[in-house]
């Protein structure tokens, strides 16, 4: 089983919905949670991180955080064409390891 | 400008041929990890290091080697390149794990 799991997708959305990306992760000691974004040809940057369970809203982006069922989602309002890219989410599960999911490579539709 | 930067960005290389690819930071960041990027596997992490001459294995060290003998620089060595090895690598840096990975341009190695 993979430390971190997402739906690599891609996932296509038009242009002002909602778009939703989620990632489960195994290990229940995890501490921090990040959503990166990469465009194609980039490297990562990163869009939100969060500690405790809950959302955390940052502009058009909300991160979720249930730990009880070990996911994290990131929620992106008012999709626009800029927002096409990979995104990542990333976990740190001890004191040295972050790991990293392959990615959901998400599509907005003019 | 606070960067990671990469050298090269764009190598290509022969079987057992050592080198080289550099990673330097100027924010003054304790934490910097190697990361390799391979289609339907994501960010893997190679070597880590929490401060100076402290590194340590990440997941798939496996041929590889860094050293970090100053607190802005970390090389990652491939003594004997294979063409497993063919792949886009990422420096990152941060002030600590719990913090914000800042990457580097990323160096794309193709070994024939």
């Known amino acids: 089983q993979k430390e971190v799991e997402q739906n690599s997708g891609p996932l296509s959305v038009p242009e002002g919905a909602i778009a939703s990306l989620n990632c489960t992760y195994s290990?229940?000691?995890?501490?921090?949670f990040f959503w990166y974004r990469q465009y194609s040809g980039k490297s990562p940057e990163l869009i939100m991180f969060i500690y405790s369970n809950g959302d955390k809203e940052d502009g058009r982006f909300t991160a979720q955080l249930n730990k009880a069922s070990q996911y994290v989602s990131l929620l992106i309002r008012d999709s626009q064409p800029s927002d096409s890219a990979t995104y990542l989410c990333a976990v740190q599960t001890g004191a040295n390891n972050l790991f990293f999911g392959t990615g959901t490579r998400l599509t907005v539709i003019p | 400008e606070a960067q990671v930067t990469q050298n090269p960005r764009y190598l290509i290389t022969v079987t057992g041929k050592k080198l080289t690819v550099t990673c330097s930071q100027n924010m003054n960041h304790e934490y910097m990890s190697w990361y390799r990027q391979d289609p339907g596997l994501g960010l893997r992490q190679i070597y880590y290091s929490m401060n100076v001459e402290v590194t340590d294995k990440g997941d798939v060290p496996e041929g590889y080697k860094v050293s970090r003998k100053e607190k802005r620089n970390f090389p990652l060595i491939l003594e004997s390149p294979s063409p497993n090895q063919t792949s886009l690598y990422f420096c990152?840096?941060?002030?600590?794990?719990?913090?914000?990975?800042?990457f580097g341009p990323g160096t794309r190695l193709t070994v024939l």
């Open positions: 290990d229940r000691g995890s501490q921090s």
């Open positions: 990152a840096s941060s002030l600590g794990l719990s913090n914000e990975q800042f």
